[in-house]
């Protein structure tokens, strides 16, 4: 299998981090020159039709696209180290908190970096600085359940490490690029989440 | 069980949509008037952290909310008529299709229509009008690779009616408020799919 992948981009970090969870090294990883625009050649669309990364390739050709669409995939293959769920109850509750990170916080971050970093101009055209720079507060809803759910819980999901762990990390972690840091935010249980997610193994992958 | 909703909205109406395919009557079905903001009162964050519809909550008082994570919970109590995949490589695929719908066709026609309606203003503070209009057109990948995929095959993940069919079902039939109609905006096959699943017992569910 072939795992198209472009560094430091959060999505292909999402899935790298949930394989090196499951131990899995016998995917090779290619990579697509995001700023060249290899992800618009009609050779990419055909394995990816919006043009996104990661793509997940198949060794009879199939292509998943999706980052949680190819963790589902994954985890199908090895169910070990289980990260998305062993029954119906608990795979819908992890669903849900990994839900409530992807469109409550992580959404709003993509929207404030890409309207308004100057680096994400050539991805997002045309960028709406001031738009962008709402979705910096329209996070506040989210990372205040984050906050309070990392209160009360060691994870995300509940008391084990779950994907909802994995896109919670890969989206505080991008936020760096806006120089957030959840301490200095007001969100302390968010910060000692993330420094015990930065000692495993996974937190680094897709960083290079 | 309980499952709270508002009529109207898309999102309650994936579920519904998903229940009536699924032949479960056995839900008691709970408004929430948005325009008295009940969806913001305790009780009800209680339910919904991030104060969204619907919630489905178990008669031991859990519960679930996100649309997609419902049916989840769903499926897995009533495995016929299975709209989510039966093994993990149809499982990915189906959520492959229903995430492309979400994110590329649901999300910017919830954005246009969040950031332009004046019917939305009390919900969206601020509305940033010409960035929702920018929304409109950034549907257009979205829907040629909808167009194209409905030139294929007869359902959005393949030859059978799955859960992606009601996500894209419930976004057309929500951008209607745009005036939006596949074959005047020139996507004859999703008009063709569209007045198909019109047809289904299940498509009028959540109208009211």
């Not at 050709?61 to 169910?79: D, F, K, M, Q, W």
């Not at 971050?109 to 055209?125: D, N, Y």
Request: charged residues 25%.
């Amino acid at each position: 299998m072939k795992l198209y992948v472009s560094p430091r981009a959060p999505n292909p970090k999402r899935v790298r981090m949930f394989m090196a969870e499951k131990n899995m090294t016998d995917i090779t990883l290619v990579p697509v020159d995001l700023n060249a625009h290899q992800h618009s050649e009609p050779s990419y669309v055909a394995k990816s039709p919006l043009s996104r990364v990661p793509v997940l390739e198949l060794d009879d050709g199939t292509c998943i696209s999706e980052s949680r669409a190819i963790c589902t995939y994954l985890e199908s293959l090895v169910p070990d180290n289980n990260l998305m769920g062993v029954d119906g109850l608990e795979r819908a509750q992890i669903e849900m908190a990994d839900r409530l990170v992807e469109w409550y916080v992580l959404l709003p971050t993509m929207q404030w970096i890409r309207h308004v970093h100057p680096g994400l101009a050539p991805l997002e055209k045309p960028q709406f600085p001031a738009f962008g720079e709402s979705q910096a507060e329209k996070r506040g809803p989210g990372l205040d359940w984050l906050e309070s759910t990392l209160g009360k819980q060691a994870f995300v999901a509940g008391k084990r490490f779950t994907i909802a762990d994995i896109t919670a990390f890969c989206t505080i972690e991008f936020s760096r690029l806006m120089k957030f840091k959840p301490a200095e935010a007001g969100y302390p249980h968010i910060q000692a989440w993330r420094d015990r997610v930065a000692q495993r193994a996974s937190a680094s992958a897709g960083d290079n």
